[in-house]
């Protein structure tokens, strides 16, 4: 054996130990998206997607779908989306795809002789990776491009070397492909005409491939099935108004764009180069023995450093080098732990996991939204009046009346009494984000509580049709036929007792309302009682905190007994009143609080660093210093 045998048997051998990059690649892809990302959080919602598909077990349902180009794709992408339900079947879905395309790309590179190009196969998943990192979502315009490519595929993979029989391939994909995935289809033929212009030298046939294709969708679109001409060519691309009209999809819209065009870009600048290439090697004088030019040993050296394009492995090379660097530049690019905070404060809210939200609040800075859902936290907990200013207040989160947050807002009106309320917030939302099973379910739940059952049935009735909701809605609905009244459901019972029956004008006090109606109602006397302290309504509270108390309650929480300690401090009245005896702990700590104010006089930023730490989670810093 000659010694350079010896070492190329060695070399391959080094190149045959250990996974494929792929595979290892795609292990730490899922594991991401399931572990870190958490897809299950998207199909939550949180309020902050309005792009997100409705889908209904039935043959009516799935018929809708076939009456136009696109549709088939369309339904698949929104039966796939219901598997977000569960965080490892969503991130298996995304894989998949990634894994799918990454796997086309790969062919044809290798398809069109370009296999020293085959990283571009990761440059799909990475956008995808981009995509999801920023919780958006986009899976039916990249499952179109998917099949898109994966046409392509299937036609270099069919099409006979004859330009004639290959028009002929050509045009059967195109109608089927056409009606199965609409605008995408513009992708396809861009494709093919590029492939057999630039890497075939068959100009006659790829330019009638493009001509082909800008006229398929008039022919087929406008022509056969009668749709406007914008939706026959733009149908499942950032384009069409179906996307545009969704105020979530404008988020990483560039990155679809992305996912679009960079096989056709790669393939016209990579084909425009082999062929200057071509022509420039031909016009060289050839030489029988001539000697390498430096440049030919650099590109050997390459090569060998490298690694054989064909059998890349995961390992101490530049192919794993580079792809380890690509995907940490678009995690550190992309990551956005600070969306996925009010995906998850939500998220854990509609599952009443409350030490979550309360977690969540803690180590994550102040967000309107985060912080009306750590007071729910507080109050479902027993906490609101002795922790709620351990963490940074608005007033107007606590009833969100700053931003109209309809998606938060039906839940805490459920609960509060504000039946009606929650009733239209609901029905914005429906109209906002479709129909949604959280919000099909909610709104049983409110037509149920006020005696509505009958529509409660029809509400059920949609939900039983929906994956991963079916059990619910059948269980519910078992109990409207064994108890139509639902007289023995404690919960449906509390909230109609709660309910607020008084018709009132938008200026209304809802919570003295809520409390006249019902003076037990426990969360409007928390609530009302949080609102008057949020805003620094001291002389109000003093006269309605033992006014308005709930029957039953007793004990003073920590926040009140502080404001009603201030409150009789500022108006210079007597500190202990009959039956409310403020404890000596609490008045050692407003003389030390005022002593440390005063030190500083109005020097505010001094203040505020020497009082945060020992007082920080007072009223009384909140009253001076808070907001």
């Known amino acids: 054996m000659t010694k350079t045998e010896s070492t190329a048997g060695k070399t391959g051998s080094r190149r045959a130990f250990g996974l494929p990059l792929s595979v290892v690649f795609f292990v730490a892809y899922y594991l991401y998206l399931a572990l870190e990302i958490e897809l299950h959080l998207l199909y939550h919602g949180a309020g902050l997607i309005d792009n997100f598909p409705v889908f209904y077990w039935g043959w009516d349902f799935f018929a809708e779908f076939t009456t136009y180009p696109g549709g088939l794709v369309e339904y698949l992408c929104a039966l796939l989306s219901q598997l977000f339900y569960y965080s490892w079947a969503g991130a298996a879905v995304v894989t998949?795809?990634?894994?799918?395309?990454?796997?086309?790309?790969?062919?044809?590179?290798?398809?069109?002789?370009?296999?020293?190009?085959?990283?571009?196969?990761?440059?799909?998943?990475?956008?995808?990776?981009?995509?999801?990192?920023?919780?958006?979502?986009?899976?039916?315009?990249?499952?179109?491009?998917?099949?898109?490519?994966?046409?392509?595929?299937?036609?270099?993979?069919?099409?006979?070397?004859?330009?004639?029989?290959?028009?002929?391939?050509?045009?059967?994909?195109?109608?089927?492909?056409?009606?199965?995935?609409?605008?995408?289809?513009?992708?396809?033929?861009?494709?093919?005409?590029?492939?057999?212009?630039?890497?075939?030298?068959?100009?006659?046939?790829?330019?009638?491939?493009?001509a082909v294709g800008a006229a398929t969708p008039l022919a087929l679109g406008v022509g056969l099935l009668g749709q406007r001409p914008h939706d026959a060519y733009f149908q499942l691309l950032p384009l069409s108004w179906k996307i545009t009209t969704f105020t979530s999809t404008e988020l990483m819209r560039g990155a679809v764009w992305a996912v679009i065009l960079f096989l056709p870009l790669s393939l016209l600048v990579l084909g425009i180069v082999g062929m200057f290439s071509a022509s420039l090697e031909s016009r060289r004088p050839r030489k029988r023995d001539r000697t390498p030019s430096r440049l030919q040993s650099i590109r050997k050296a390459a090569d060998r450093?490298?690694?054989?394009?064909l059998h890349s492995r995961f390992g101490l090379n530049v192919r794993t080098a580079a792809l380890v660097l690509a995907t940490a530049a678009t995690l550190l690019l992309y990551r956005n732990p600070r969306v996925k905070t009010l995906f998850e404060v939500d998220y854990f809210s509609r599952q009443e996991q409350w030490s979550k939200v309360v977690e969540i609040g803690r180590r994550n800075p102040y967000h309107y939204l985060v912080c009306h859902a750590v007071n729910r936290a507080l109050y479902r907990m027993g906490r609101l009046g002795d922790e709620m200013f351990a963490f940074p207040q608005q007033p107007e989160a606590l009833l969100l009346t700053k931003q109209e947050a309809y998606w938060q807002k039906?839940?805490?009106?459920?609960?509060?009494?504000?039946?009606?309320?929650?009733?239209?917030?609901?029905?914005?939302?429906?109209?906002?984000?479709?129909?949604?099973?959280?919000?099909?379910?909610?709104?049983?739940?409110?037509?149920?509580?006020?005696?509505?059952?009958?529509?409660?049935?029809?509400?059920?009735?949609?939900?039983?049709?929906?994956?991963?909701?079916?059990?619910?809605?059948?269980?519910?609905?078992a109990k409207l036929d064994t108890d139509p009244g639902l007289s023995q459901d404690a919960a449906i019972q509390h909230w109609r007792s709660i309910m607020l029956r008084h018709d009132f004008v938008r200026n209304a006090d809802t919570l003295t309302l809520l409390l006249t109606e019902n003076p037990a109602n426990r969360m409007a006397y928390e609530y009302g009682i949080a609102s008057l302290l949020l805003t620094r309504n001291i002389e109000q509270f003093g006269q309605n905190v033992e006014?308005?108390?709930?029957?039953?309650?007793?004990?003073?929480?920590?926040?009140?007994?502080?404001?009603?300690?201030?409150?009789?401090?500022?108006?210079?009245?007597?500190?202990?009143?009959?039956?409310?005896?403020?404890?000596?702990?609490?008045?050692?700590?407003?003389?030390?609080?005022?002593?440390?104010?005063?030190?500083?006089g109005k020097n505010k930023a001094n203040a505020i660093a020497a009082l945060r730490a020992p007082f920080g989670d007072t009223y009384y810093y909140y009253y001076f210093l808070g907001g």
């Open 96 to 210: 998949i795809q990634a894994w799918l395309m990454c796997l086309c790309t790969d062919y044809v590179v290798c398809k069109l002789g370009l296999a020293r190009w085959r990283g571009l196969r990761f440059v799909g998943p990475l956008v995808l990776l981009a995509i999801y990192s920023q919780y958006t979502f986009h899976l039916p315009e990249t499952m179109g491009v998917l099949a898109a490519i994966a046409a392509f595929c299937l036609y270099l993979r069919l099409a006979p070397k004859t330009e004639v029989r290959a028009g002929f391939c050509f045009l059967a994909l195109s109608i089927g492909f056409y009606m199965s995935a609409g605008g995408p289809y513009l992708v396809f033929a861009v494709l093919c005409g590029l492939a057999e212009i630039l890497f075939n030298g068959r100009f006659r046939l790829g330019a009638a491939q493009l």
């Open 305 to 309: 450093l490298a690694g054989d394009p």
């Open 410 to 477: 039906f839940d805490t009106c459920v609960d509060m009494g504000l039946v009606n309320q929650a009733q239209d917030a609901l029905m914005i939302c429906v109209e906002t984000y479709g129909e949604r099973p959280l919000l099909l379910h909610r709104l049983a739940r409110v037509h149920t509580i006020k005696g509505n059952t009958s529509t409660a049935r029809v509400f059920l009735g949609a939900l039983a049709k929906v994956p991963f909701w079916t059990r619910q809605a059948r269980a519910d609905l």
């Open 547 to 600: 006014k308005f108390r709930p029957p039953g309650v007793s004990g003073q929480p920590r926040h009140h007994t502080e404001a009603l300690l201030l409150h009789r401090t500022l108006k210079k009245l007597p500190i202990d009143a009959p039956g409310q005896t403020i404890p000596r702990e609490a008045k050692v700590r407003l003389h030390e609080f005022f002593q440390t104010l005063q030190q500083h």
